[in-house]
């Protein structure tokens, strides 16, 4: 019996090492010997290593223990698990106890690569969205009072180093992003991650956070496409913790928001949240979540604003939407298109405009008012979304209207992108018969090289551009020449923004035909009109 169970023991890759009920080692088997560096004639070494634990687990009065701890072997770390097990007879009397012993090193070092790889990105070596989140959510839980700031960062226009310079290129940058913060992290309490392609999160104890070092960092990373003569742009947004237990991803969002607001600011590259950019965010949604419903509400109303002649007879008027909104009363365009054309929801609020446009002209008509004319504004995004010209020539099949009547106003913003093919649709729409103004002219949009590409009716002078200016007599050389130019290109002149008597007399010698302003009318609904 005692040969089988030692070869039995003997066969087993567990290190076994038995003792008595004194303590005396009995018994090891030849992997433990392997395990502890001893032989089996040197039992005291097996006494000298296992007392401390014998000692602590009887103390405890446990039977059973299971500890892991690092042993030196052969140089070498090795991961052991430890088992160990008290031997009673059947009266419980204690006969002894004994170890057995399982070198893991090969599993735990699997279980970290895997655990790493779950927790870290692959490409940059940072910690991923889920393990960042984790990992601040602690940090957070675990300092109650301490101030924190989360920063998000974002490539500009990553996607154009891609395509320029290929994906290594874009790699490395993202990579040399990596390693500015891993850098800013190391021995800081800083927690960096990489949360999705360009963009990258860091949760800093207030301590470490110091603006001018951030910026330092982005140009740093900023440097590394100097080579290629590329201007890489990195920007950061900033949120300031305040409650602790808020979600980090929603910290995060609100960082991110930072940046998207300031996308167009070329000079920031560090901004910080504050509770307008919340609210600004929730009225862009809110916006989008009503607007269907507004639409087929009728909240969108038609408003009216007086086109007048050199002698002030009213020839139309530009319909200007307004939102009659059921709780919060009157909004004016300035507070939603913006926001429709960057979600693409504006062509639904332009055709349905139009279509009011043209059912009043139909009803003028029918009162046998036939020399008004009502204006509608055309956005760019109108282009993408629907075919403009059927919609017109559609309009006036169905409501028995001159094209004459309904005039188009376009912006420079239509001729930025796809020229030909905007130029083409616009043409057409010519040739039907509707008439076409270049809107905002001078404000910052409309350009000279459109008005060498586009064939229009109307060129709209917008005052704003020359109003509460010093250069009187440069704002007067400026405008007439517009004028002068206009007339030579066979276009008429519109000065809108007109609030002042003395605007009229002076546009008037410089040749301006048409008028629209606070002068003569606002915006007006259509009964008053
Ligand atoms: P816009 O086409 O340049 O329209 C003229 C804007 O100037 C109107 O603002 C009008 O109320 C304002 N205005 C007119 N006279 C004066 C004046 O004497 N002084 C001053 N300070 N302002 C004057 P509104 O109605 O708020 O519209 C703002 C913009 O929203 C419009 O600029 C237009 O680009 C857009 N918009 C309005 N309705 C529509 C629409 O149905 N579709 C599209 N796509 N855009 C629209
Ligand atoms: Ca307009
Ligand atoms: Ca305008």
């Known amino acids: 019996m005692q040969n089988v169970l030692c070869s039995v023991s003997e066969n087993t890759s567990s290190s076994i090492i038995c003792f008595d009920n004194r303590n005396k080692c009995i018994y090891v088997n030849d992997s433990a010997c392997r395990l502890i560096g001893a032989s089996k004639d040197e039992l005291g070494v097996f006494e000298k290593k296992f007392e401390g634990y014998i000692n602590e687990f009887i103390e405890k009065k446990s039977d059973y223990e299971v500890i892991k701890t690092d042993y030196e072997i052969a140089s070498q770390i090795r991961s052991v698990f430890i088992e160990f097990q008290t031997m009673r007879d059947k009266k419980d009397k204690y006969l002894g106890c004994f170890f057995k012993m399982e070198d893991r090193t090969e ?9 790493y790889r779950a927790t870290h990105d692959s490409l940059t070596g940072l910690l991923n969205r889920v393990a960042f989140m984790e990992q601040a959510t602690r940090i957070l839980f675990d300092n109650p009072d301490g101030k924190f700031y989360v920063v998000a960062s974002n490539v500009r226009e990553f996607k154009l180093v891609n395509d320029l310079f290929g994906t290594k290129v874009g790699d490395m940058v993202l990579c040399k992003e990596a390693d500015v913060l891993r850098k800013l992290s190391e021995n800081t309490g800083v927690v960096a991650g990489r949360i999705s392609g360009d963009r990258f999160a860091l949760l800093i104890p ?57 996308k167009n600011d070329y000079l920031k590259v560090l901004s910080y949240y504050d509770t307008s950019i919340m609210q600004k965010a929730m009225h862009e949604k809110n916006v989008i979540n009503e607007f269907d419903k507004a639409i087929e509400d009728e909240q969108f109303k038609m408003y009216l604003q007086a086109q007048v002649d050199n002698e002030g007879n009213i020839m139309g008027g530009e319909a200007l939407v ?25 062509y639904n609020l332009d055709a349905y405009i139009w279509e009011q446009a043209a059912k009043k002209l139909c009803e003028w008509k029918q009162n046998g008012i036939t020399d008004k004319h009502i204006s509608v504004n055309i956005s760019a995004k109108d282009f993408y979304y629907m075919d403009v010209y059927k919609s017109f020539t559609n309009l006036v099949r169905k409501y028995d209207i001159n094209p004459d009547n309904l005039k188009l106003e376009i912006t420079e913003t239509v001729l930025m992108h796809d020229l030909e093919m905007h130029l083409e649709v616009l043409d057409k729409l010519r040739k039907f018969g509707f008439q076409i103004g270049v809107d905002d002219f001078g404000s910052g949009y409309s350009s000279l090289n459109m008005l ?38 066979g276009m008429k002149v519109l000065t809108e923004g007109v609030e002042k008597e003395e605007q009229i007399g002076a546009l008037k010698e410089m040749g301006c035909d048409f008028f629209q302003g606070y002068y003569f009318s606002k915006p007006i609904c259509v009964e008053e009109f």
């Not at 599993?107 to 655990?115: A, P, T």
């Not at 496409?225 to 990195?234: A, F, Q």
């Not at 913790?241 to 609100?254: F, G, I, P, S």
């Not at 405008?479 to 007339?487: A, D, P, R, V, W």
């Open 452 to 489: 060498k590409d586009i064939k229009a009716d109307v060129l709209k002078i917008d005052m704003v551009f020359l109003r509460e200016t010093e250069n009187h007599v440069r704002s007067r050389i400026i405008l007439n020449s517009i004028i002068g130019m206009s007339k030579k290109l």
């Open 322 to 346: 307004r939102w009659e909104h059921p709780e919060n009363g009157l909004i004016f365009p300035g507070d939603f298109i913006e926001i429709l054309e960057r979600t693409g929801h504006i």
């Open 206 to 262: 207030e301590d470490y956070y110091d603006e001018e070092m951030a910026v330092k960092s982005i140009e740093d990373i900023e440097r590394i496409m100097k080579v290629y003569d590329y201007k890489l742009r990195i920007c950061m947004g900033v949120y300031e913790v305040r409650d602790h237990n808020e979600n980090v991803q929603t910290m995060y969002d609100k960082a991110c928001m930072v940046i998207d607001k300031t």
């Open 107 to 115: 599993e735990v070092k699997r279980f970290e690569m895997e655990k």
